[in-house]
């Protein structure tokens, strides 16, 4: 029995809704796959917060329909298609999904659509290749505390070359009181 026209309308909204998140959409040809197999892709992505949806190439076009972003998708829809919809951290979906491409060897990344543009297969692979949110928050972590530790030294610095360059002056008046008493 094929789904009625509530059960479509309820897709394309589910679908919209998720775009609407999303700030990458990943195409993938997933001819082959089994349910587990699926499962095991939508278990990977979870982490990063992405989400794979499969669905009818008909009812992804009309979920972005009227969606100036999501336009560029439509080159796309063609054969079995799943969609890997990234709302934030791309970088370690993509890895995920690359992942689980080595370990079954039957999906086929067809493209994807970033901000409105169109992504070729190696568009997304430099994506994937960027470092991940966590990792880019503590390089910058990282940076700001190899700054402070250095502020840090050269504000204590001060006191004590202070104190040295007063002693030095000390000294070098001890001495020179000492050279006009012995005359």
Request: proline content about 3%; some cysteine.
């Amino acid at each position: 029995m094929g789904r009625t026209i509530e059960d479509k309308k309820e897709i394309v909204a589910d679908l919209k809704e998720t775009l609407n998140e999303s700030t990458l959409a990943l195409v993938i040809d997933y001819q082959g796959l089994t349910v587990a197999e699926i499962t095991d892709l939508r278990r990977r992505l979870r982490p990063s917060g992405a989400v794979c949806k499969v669905t009818k190439n008909t009812l992804m076009g009309i979920a972005i329909e009227g969606q100036e972003k999501w336009q560029p998708l439509s080159e796309l829809l063609k054969g079995s298609s799943a969609f890997l919809l990234v709302k934030e951290d791309f970088s370690s979906a993509i890895k995920a999904y690359q992942d689980f491409q080595k370990a079954t060897k039957k999906t086929e990344l067809r493209g994807g659509v970033m901000e409105g543009r169109l992504l070729k297969e190696p568009d997304v692979k430099a994506l994937g290749d960027l470092p991940s949110k966590e990792q880019l928050m503590g390089q910058i972590a990282g940076a700001i505390n190899a700054l402070a530790t250095k502020i840090a030294v050269g504000i204590n610095e001060v006191p004590g070359s202070l104190a040295r360059a007063l002693q030095a002056v000390a000294e070098g008046e001890k001495g020179g009181s000492a050279e006009s008493a012995g005359e």
